[in-house]
């Protein structure tokens, strides 16, 4: 059997030894590792140990069930595939097995085609997930690579100040000892704190792009103010916004703290940010370019509200429900790849159980009225810190 029809490791419960026997020299063909237990206790304990992909196991078993060791494993992981096998006598503890929502049942005697049917049926379901999985790593990763060429670009942008203020200062210390000139300590101390600042303000800037550019060694439980998070999201953008004459209006509570994978979520904004750039760069000349960030609470206080507008007209209607799908673009292939907001949507929903629309707005700012997109993203609110 090839490699692709077999799983990593299955766990295998059962308390009856023929029957252990008979079906572990069968099973061992679907699997790489397969890991046995003899009742409930075990099970569990085997399944913390090793992690299996998914469970074959008896009902009908001494010192814990398996109807109840099922129950404790899916308060651990509650997705993996669970098969049933079962003696007629055992109907009493069907209602229980339906309510785990299990993969199916393979009644004793044991059919070994039944079985191979069963089995075969459950690993192919493994590994459609899997390859959904590694899709999503992949289309993450072409996300990335379409962003690495901005964000440098933004780099060179955000280092050209400080650079110029380091030269300034090995300047003044070099024409000082060319022309024998006594450098006082005032002066030294002056030009190194001056290097010092400016070589700390790289360094900050280095991380930030690394953390954007590389968020899976980010923490997914790591705690953050979100003030000082959107300020952080517009620092990467900022260089790129200055080259477009976009001005960025900011309207953030200072005290909204949250918990998650504080870089996935930068990646998330900061793909939102350079979309509302991309639309603001089509607008007329005259037009002064904003972008809107607000944040807020729900009424009920548990959720974040994180809002991003713009003026640069809104997304047209017969395309606004297609915006978060993935490939899908209005840049055209030279400036969209169509995966930032598609991206964007699976952090959101999927990282943060957060949930994220777009809505066209009309609205004035300053006695001046606009249209322009926006989008709303909504997160759960870390309690722990307020």
Known sequence: MLDKEKVNSILYI??????????????????????????????????????PDFIISDINMPNMNGIEMCHKIREINSEIPIIFTTAFSDIEYFQEAIELQVEGYLFKPIDLDLVEKKVKSVIKQIKLKEELINKEKLLIQQSKMA?????????????????????????NLQLLVQMQENISKDVLESCSEGVLTQTKYLSDTIDDFRGFLKPSIDKLDVSFNLKDFIEKCIKLIEASFEDN???????????????????????????????????LKDISETQEKLVFIMTAKEDDENNILISIKDNAGGVPEDIID??????????????????????????????????????NEEYEYEGVRYKGAKFILKIPINKKDE
């Open 147 to 171: 962003s690495m060429g901005e964000m440098i670009s933004n780099i060179a942008h955000q280092w050209k100040q400080p650079l110029s203020v380091i030269s300034i200062h090995v300047t």
């Open 14 to 51: 059962e308390d009856e030894e023929d029957t252990q026997k008979q079906l572990s020299r069968f099973l061992k063909r679907f699997c790489k590792n397969l890991y046995i237990a003899s009742d409930g206790i075990d099970g569990i304990t085997q399944y913390k140990k090793y992690n």
């Open 245 to 279: 004459m976009i001005s960025i209006i900011k309207d953030i509570d200072l005290k909204i703290n949250s918990t998650g994978s504080h870089n996935h979520l930068l990646q998330a904004i900061v793909n939102i940010l350079n979309n509302a750039k991309d639309a």
């Open 322 to 359: 297609k915006i978060f799908e993935p490939y899908f673009t209005t840049k055209g292939n030279v400036l969209g790849t169509g995966l930032g907001l598609f991206i964007t949507y699976e952090i959101i929903t999927k990282q943060f159980n957060g949930s994220i629309w777009v809505e």
